[in-house]
């Protein structure tokens, strides 16, 4: 993979290659591989049992067949559809391999479910068959909100053996998956991370059901990890670990990737991978990866440019070529073909575990991802004892209004746009046109994301990093509701998913200002893009 990276970073080439040095001197990439928690903090916890990814592509190689017959046999009773649950980490690596490879003749057709949003959770229980459909329901830590509510309103539609579980080892969902008589359950490495567990179980799982060629991802995989164990600094994760980390730390905090429209989801995942694991201690590494290409001029001196281009596909070279010329730096990275995919996994997981050396922060945990989470179950819990949420400062469109928010930035800002709402292509493309239209105007960075999902990817560095974000949160009713179970099983129920995800706009904003942000929230009408594109 060495000859498909190359670099161009102007004056900030030789800030790298100190890093390299320095890098090698102190054998970081060889205590990487030891296991060797001090690289990151004095500390082990959190850290000492978060490396098992490293090696996670071998370990995966050997369960191969045991994978694709259990898929066979999941698909041998007619079932052509499969639903993921799952939110973050368990939900993006698996739309990776659903976009880009989609689903194989006579196996099932995936898709993803992490919104709480009551018509996306009703979209697909009117439009799935429950007797054809497997249900996927993935969850680390087997205790999330919004992955446990789907699984019981799926459960009051389905049999218990139309399940699957992907979890950890003793997990809440691991035991009530086993009482009910799951189809089957998964237990993955505990010492991987969510955001790590793209070739573990989590990705896995899914593949298979899918048709993915899991030896070929797996090869390309391992020859990743073998390539950084054995080249140490000289290898591409490195490198471009160290780019990331010194332009972080030179004010080219904001990651900008350029990719080849084939693989174009494979931005979402390393959105979250970046962002969870850099954005803490006030420091951190913005991706933004929603953004159309633009000329040099619309760009501030906050950027980096990475280029993910599948061979033959000469889309945004010259785009890409007009950045670096202007000055700004570009790193370039070629992939043969879509498998190549499995090698970028690995490579992005050493790079940023990298990166965050480099910045000084330790890229394993979350802690301000549970400051929204604690927010919201009180937002609940205030809900089911009034009846009523938390009345919420908001505005009708208006761009008198976000012209005032938007005033006097201060230097290396960005703005995030956070819509509560249902996710659809139309809703999808006035969102980014309008961070187009803002990033035009101003020339800060702009990422989109759907609420709680980018809970679970981008908010640790909304509430982490150094507080320059700027955040635009849009929330809609919805025209129908659906219940949230209290048990699986039963009709009763004391909240719903409209309920579920107003406490969780509600918990995300007081979180934000709770951390000094600045935020403004917007209501749209029921014309969603009508009301962006007003904007």
Known sequence: MGE??????????????????????????????????????????????????LRIAKKMSAVIADLEAWADSARADGSTHALLLGMGGSSLA??????????RDGYLDLAVLDSTDPEAVLS????????????????????????????????NRAAA??????????????????????????LNDPDIGGRYSALSFFGLVPAALLG??????????RDAARGAESGGEDDPSARLGAVMGELARAGRDKLTLIISEAIAGFGDWVEQLVAESTGKEGRGILPVVTETVGPPEVYADDRLFVHLRLDGDETHD???????????????MRLADRYDLGGQMFLWELAVAVAGHRIGIQPFDQPDVEAAKVLARRMVAEYQQRGVLPVLDVQTPDTKALDDFLSAPGAGAYIALQAYVRPTPETTTALRALGDRLRDRTKLAT??????????STGQLHKGDAGKGLF?????????????????????????????????ALGDRQALEDARRRVITFHLERDLPGGLNCL
């Open 447 to 456: 990422t989109v994301g759907y609420g709680p999902r980018f809970l679970h």
């Open 4 to 53: 498909r990276f190359s670099a161009s970073l102007g004056e900030y080439q030789a800030g790298v290659d100190e890093a390299l040095v320095e890098m090698k001197r102190e054998r970081i990439l060889e205590r990487i591989w030891a296991g060797d928690h001090t690289v990151w903090k004095p500390d082990p916890d959190g850290i000492a049992n978060r490396l098992g990814w």
């Open 94 to 103: 698996p739309e990776v391999f659903r976009k880009t490879f989609g689903a």
């Open 124 to 155: 697909h229980a009117e439009r799935l068959d429950p007797e054809k459909t497997r249900f996927i329901v993935s969850t680390k830590s087997g205790g999330t909100i919004e992955t446990l509510s789907f699984l019981k309103f799926f459960r």
């Open 318 to 332: 010259a785009a890409v070529l007009a950045l670096e010329k202007a000055g700004h730096p570009v790193v370039r």
């Open 472 to 504: 635009v949160q849009f929330l809609a009713d919805s025209p129908q509701d659906a219940d949230i179970p209290d048990q699986m099983g039963s009709e009763e129920s004391s909240m719903t998913f409209g309920v579920l995800r107003a406490a969780q």
């Open 161 to 186: 053996e139309r399940f699957i579980a992907v979890t950890d080892p003793g997990s809440r969902l691991a035991d009530l998956a086993e009482r009910q008589g799951f189809f089957a359950v998964f």
């Open 212 to 221: 993915v060629d899991l030896r070929k991802l797996l090869d390309q995989a």
